[in-house]
């Protein structure tokens, strides 16, 4: 499971280099939240944009790049579809959502959705796929 830890964590960290390598270890993991009350009010203020627009694909893009932050993996999926069902050119939202379906050993779908991002534009999305989508 931890290959793409650091891949995802990049998504939190707005790193553009993939830096994964399969020889290293998983680092401890630090107890920090002091963030996550304020990532906590931001998934419910994308909720409250939600309620008076539930077509802005922004928003549930947002929500999930949040979700994401906070290791709620189901609900940055959920969050990435959604904004995919709104606008189904919204490459980011593909290469995120394939990213967590990789890290969840969900492969198959991960690469279709990084497929789906290259050709939208992520030229990054191809790096990924050699490495995690083999046939």
Do not use: W
Request: with cysteine; proline share 2%; charged share 25%.
């Amino acid at each position: 499971n931890y290959l793409l830890t650091e891949l995802i964590k990049s998504i939190g960290y707005k790193q553009q280099a993939i830096t994964i390598s399969q020889d290293q270890k998983e680092p401890e993991k630090k107890e920090d939240n002091s963030n996550n009350e304020y990532l906590v009010k931001a998934i419910n203020d994308y909720k409250k944009v939600l309620k008076l627009d539930p077509n802005f694909a922004f928003a549930y893009y947002n929500s999930g790049y949040v979700n994401c932050i906070l290791g709620d993996y189901k609900n940055a999926i959920d969050d990435f579809t959604y904004a995919i069902q709104r606008n189904n050119t919204f490459a980011e939202a593909y290469y995120n959502r394939g990213l967590i379906l990789i890290f969840q050993n969900e492969n198959k779908i991960g690469c279709q959705d990084l497929s789906k991002a290259g050709e939208l534009g992520i030229p990054n999305a191809y790096s990924v796929m050699k490495r995690y989508c083999h046939q």
